[in-house]
């Protein structure tokens, strides 16, 4: 199994979807005002195996900053936390539209040779200063093994630096002569 995660910015959000005005409201940015006291993280994600089907269920994925931890986000969940701001506005449509096209859905599988390609997204009551973070991502094969990769990284106000993964659990587990020969 490989996982690539690329962290999304703000400014290329902006470019991607949008700026919060005229009439092109982007629903991966917290404008000021809309949905208020969350944080939004996204990033560009590829699932892709070469021996194993691999099941994914996008709420069990977990991310913590700076001691809040919350689970990733669901088109349908983002939909609702934006629902109450496009309510009978040309939004309305279009919103959720773009987190369709977009985001991973709710489950899905990774099958050999046919990647899972879309945003993964959080948004939660993350503090807006950043902090020490942990993405953990439980799968579980066709075989039913299961694991839960870990990446460490560390969020500022304005991205995110990540760091190679230390820990995973279960199947990915490294053994301690893989731990001393990295």
């Known amino acids: 199994l490989t996982i690539t995660l690329e962290p999304v910015g703000y400014d290329e959000l902006r470019e991607r979807h949008g700026s919060n005005v005229r009439q ?7 404008f000021p005002g ?3 006291q969350r944080r939004i993280v996204v990033f ?5 195996t070469s021996l194993s089907n691999i099941d994914v269920q996008i709420r ?7 001691g809040q ?3 990733a986000a669901s088109v ?3 939909n609702n936390l934006w ?3 496009i309510k009978e506005t040309p939004w309305e449509a279009t919103i959720p539209a773009v987190t369709r096209r977009t985001m991973l859905p709710r489950e899905f599988s990774v099958l050999p040779g046919e990647p899972a390609i879309g945003y993964l997204v959080f948004a939660e009551r993350y503090p807006k200063e950043g902090g020490a973070g942990l993405l953990e991502i439980p799968v579980i094969t066709d075989k039913g093994d299961r694991g ?3 990446y460490e990284m560390y969020f500022t106000e304005n991205g995110i630096d990540a760091e190679a993964p230390e820990a995973n659990t279960g199947i990915f587990a490294q053994t301690e002569e893989e731990s001393a020969d990295s």
């Not at 092109?24 to 917290?30: E, G, W």
């Not at 560009?44 to 892709?48: I, L, S, T």
């Open 76 to 78: 349908e969940y983002l």
């Open 44 to 48: 560009d994600a590829v699932f892709e």
């Open 24 to 30: 092109r409201l982007n629903p991966y940015i917290d």
């Open 34 to 36: 809309q949905i208020p």
């Open 60 to 66: 069990e994925i977990k991310l913590g900053i700076g």
């Open 83 to 85: 629902k109450g701001y």
């Open 69 to 71: 931890v919350g689970n």
């Open 148 to 150: 839960t990769l870990e």
